[in-house]
């Protein structure tokens, strides 16, 4: 497995797996297992891939995992991406105002089920962190209350704090912060 940042090859195997793990796109079960909460545009991945980066795992000629990050003034966000932001005010960090520091939006990020719970995870994180920790003070992301999967994998698996609550299209999110340095 190779874990390396997205090329212009990558696009539709990125496509591919958001579209297989978009939240509406799976029956009530396979929800219990992760699932992606935004679904981002071609244009927007390759801006993502173009800027900050996306990480990849490629298994062979697939993509089975990825990892994106993105500005905070990345346009256009996604209107959820925007709630997560207004969230933010006052959330602190390390004894930092999060909004206020360098920071940048951690995510999508998804693993292809048969490959959850191996580490890839942590790897494509690992990663994109050591690109962004000269950079950047902190990353945020944002995780579907009702992701208990993912919610467990960031905060207890990659050491992320919760810093707040919103509410978005009726459901509720938790964002999540973390030093990248």
């Keep these: 497995m190779r874990i390396e940042r997205a090329g ?14 978009l939240f509406g796109n799976l029956p009530p079960e396979e929800r219990e297992d992760g699932f992606l909460s935004a679904e981002f545009s071609l244009a927007q991945i390759v801006a993502m891939a173009s800027d900050l980066g996306i990480v990849v795992a490629r298994e062979g000629t697939s993509i089975v995992g990825y990892a994106c990050a993105s500005r905070i003034d990345f346009v256009p966000q996604p209107p959820i991406v925007e709630s ?8 602190v960090l390390q004894g930092k105002v999060v909004a206020k520091a360098l ?12 490959y959850r719970g191996t580490g890839l995870l942590r790897r494509m994180f690992s990663m994109l962190k050591t690109e962004l920790g000269r950079r950047f003070e902190f990353g945020v992301a944002f995780v ?4 208990s999967r993912s919610l467990t994998a960031h905060v207890n698996g990659l050491g992320m704090t919760q810093v707040g609550v919103f509410e978005h299209g009726g459901n509720q999110y938790h964002t999540v912060a973390f030093s990248v340095r």
């Design 144 to 147: 579907a209350a009702e992701n």
């Design 84 to 91: 997560m932001l207004h969230c933010l005010d006052g959330a």
């Design 103 to 114: 920071t940048f939006i951690y995510g999508p990020v998804c693993v292809d089920r048969e």
């Design 8 to 21: 212009a090859s990558d696009y539709d195997g990125i496509l591919d797996l958001q579209s297989r793990c």
